[in-house]
C-alpha cells in the first residue's frame, strides 16, 4: 500500500468515525496543517529562547487539533512536547520532538498534494 493508499484510507475512517464528509474532513485537515507550519515557526523560536509556557501553550493546541481530527502520530508527538515542556523537562528532548513533529507535518504536506479528490 502506498503513502497516499495509506492516507485516503485514513481519511476515509477517521472521516467515517467523525461522521462528516471525507471531503470536509480532508478541507479542516488541509486548512489545520497550515496553521500548524505557523506553529511550528513559534514553537521554534519558543524552543530558542526556552519558552516553557509558550512552548507547552502551542503543543497543547496542536494535541488537541491532532486529537481532534484522530491524526495519532502528530497527536502523541505533540503532547509528547506538551508533557516535557509543562514538567520544564529537557530543551533537548524537546527539541527532538519537535524535529519529530516537523517531519511527520513535511510528510502529511507531501501526501496531502499527492492525493487526488477522494
Same mark, same amino acid.
Given at each position: 500500500?502506498?503513502?497516499?493508499? &495509506?492516507?485516503?484510507?485514513?481519511?476515509?475512517?477517521?472521516?467515517?468515525?467523525?461522521?462528516? &464528509? /471525507?471531503?470536509?474532513?480532508?478541507?479542516?485537515?488541509?486548512?489545520?496543517?497550515?496553521?500548524?507550519?505557523?506553529?511550528?515557526?513559534?514553537?521554534?523560536?519558543?524552543?530558542?529562547?526556552?519558552?516553557?509556557?509558550?512552548?507547552?501553550? =502551542? /503543543?497543547?493546541?496542536?494535541? %488537541?487539533?491532532? %486529537?481532534?481530527?484522530?491524526?495519532?502520530?502528530?497527536?502523541?508527538?505533540?503532547?509528547? =512536547?506538551?508533557?516535557?515542556?509543562?514538567?520544564?523537562?529537557?530543551?533537548?528532548?524537546?527539541?527532538?520532538?519537535?524535529?519529530?513533529?516537523?517531519? /511527520?507535518?513535511?510528510?502529511? &504536506?507531501?501526501?496531502?498534494?499527492?492525493?487526488?479528490?477522494?
Amino acid at each position: 500500500m502506498s503513502a497516499r493508499d &495509506d492516507l485516503e484510507a485514513i481519511i476515509t475512517e477517521n472521516s467515517n468515525i467523525l461522521h462528516i &464528509d /471525507a471531503k470536509v474532513y480532508l478541507n479542516i485537515l488541509k486548512a489545520s496543517l497550515s496553521e500548524s507550519y505557523k506553529d511550528i515557526a513559534r514553537l521554534d523560536e519558543a524552543i530558542a529562547s526556552r519558552q516553557y509556557s509558550l512552548i507547552h501553550s =502551542i /503543543a497543547h493546541r496542536l494535541k %488537541g487539533v491532532y %486529537g481532534n481530527l484522530r491524526f495519532d502520530v502528530l497527536h502523541e508527538v505533540s503532547e509528547n =512536547i506538551d508533557v516535557l515542556a509543562k514538567e520544564n523537562g529537557s530543551i533537548e528532548e524537546i527539541y527532538q520532538q519537535y524535529l519529530i513533529l516537523k517531519e /511527520a507535518l513535511d510528510k502529511l &504536506d507531501r501526501d496531502l498534494q499527492s492525493l487526488e479528490d477522494i
